[in-house]
């Protein structure tokens, strides 16, 4: 493993467990292996470091959702899949989920990869509303009602108010969403077939 990764890993890990005021360049530098020059030669200072790494998980963190919802078959398998994907990344990435769970570095949000997956899921979403298999949400509110009990959840299960694993109850979790996501016209049509 290149020692710009262990140095990621490292510190991915070192800012979870003491977050990421406490946790110090010295920690990361003797967890990961590396001289002090190497640390210097990839991150100029603590910020980028942390950056770098919330931007790693979140980048990883879209790529498992994105791949549950691009190739769901319909608007309910989509919004199940998500769920789902979204509470077993946070079950197999502890170290990485507690890194999203901290506050964000300035940037992050507005850079391209994060604007193009939120475009992706716009419009895999606005495509399912056209349809009427879901309803016409504003994002911000539609992320909460979609994914916002499952992060409570994972929030409590991280730190260590909640036992059962957020995988365990992906399917309770998946199922009401999906109850508060589909229109009344999947409704009607369910009451039909």
Request: aromatic share 10%; hydrophobic share 45%; glycine share 6%.
């Amino acid at each position: 493993m290149k020692i710009r990764d262990r140095l990621l890993l490292a510190a991915e890990r070192q800012f979870a467990e003491h977050g990421a005021l406490d946790a110090t360049l010295t920690q990361i530098r003797d967890a990961a292996g590396a001289s002090v020059g190497a640390l210097y030669h990839h991150f100029p200072d603590k910020a980028e470091l942390y950056r770098q790494v919330w931007a790693h998980a979140l980048t990883d963190y879209q790529r498992c959702f994105w791949a549950a919802v691009g190739d769901s078959a319909d608007a309910e398998a989509g919004v199940r899949a998500a769920v789902t994907a979204h509470l077993r990344w946070v079950t197999e990435n502890q170290y990485r989920a507690q890194v999203l769970t901290s506050a964000r570095p300035p940037g992050v949000r507005d850079s391209e990869s994060n604007r193009e997956f939120m475009r992706n899921v716009a419009r895999w979403w606005r495509t399912h509303a056209n349809y009427g298999a879901v309803r016409e949400l504003d994002f911000d509110l539609l992320y909460a009602l979609w994914l916002g009990p499952a992060q409570v959840y994972a929030r409590g299960w991280l730190g260590g108010e909640i036992v059962t694993a957020p995988i365990d109850v992906a399917p309770q979790l998946a199922d009401a969403a999906w109850q508060v996501l589909r229109t009344d016209r999947t409704d009607a049509q369910e009451e039909r077939a």
